[in-house]
Nanobody, 123 residues
Framework: QLQAVESGGGLAQVGDSLRLSCAAP????????MGWFREAPGKGREFVAG????????YYADSVKGRFSISRSTAENTVDLHMNNLNPEDTGVYYCALSQGGLSTTASDYKYWGQGTQVTVSS
């Protein structure tokens, strides 16, 4: 069964950096879009960042622009999320998933969700 696999979460202090990595689920085509989402306690799944597989063009939620950076490796079939200047609002479970329909910030457009990785930022 195809599934993304996330890694790299953990505990951080305000202002720290973390890098998350996602092993993409199987063959990814140039028109596909890989996205990172997060889910905070009591909240819905929120789009964080994504990358168009073919071009590598990134997209970010306003809340993380200038602090997070997403990149993909077609050779390794991975998507990394570099998170800088973390704050408590970044706390949550981070998931990556695939949108076969291209760019989307809506969780229901994605499939092959991973188990997620916990990020906790304490002040």
């Amino acid at each position: 069964q195809l599934q993304a696999v996330e890694s790299g979460g953990g505990l951080a202090q305000v202002g720290d950096s973390l890098r998350l990595s996602c092993a993409a689920p199987g063959r990814i085509y140039s028109s596909h879009f890989m996205g990172w989402f997060r889910e905070a306690p009591g909240k819905g799944r929120e789009f964080v960042a994504g990358v168009r597989w073919g071009t590598g063009r990134p997209y970010y939620a306003d809340s993380v622009k200038g602090r997070f950076s997403i990149s993909r490796s077609t050779a390794e079939n991975t998507v990394d999320l570099h998170m800088n200047n973390l704050n408590p609002e970044d706390t949550g479970v981070y998931y990556c998933a695939l949108s076969q329909g291209g760019l989307s910030t809506t969780a229901s457009d994605y499939k092959y969700w991973g188990q997620g990785t916990q990020v906790t930022v304490s002040s």
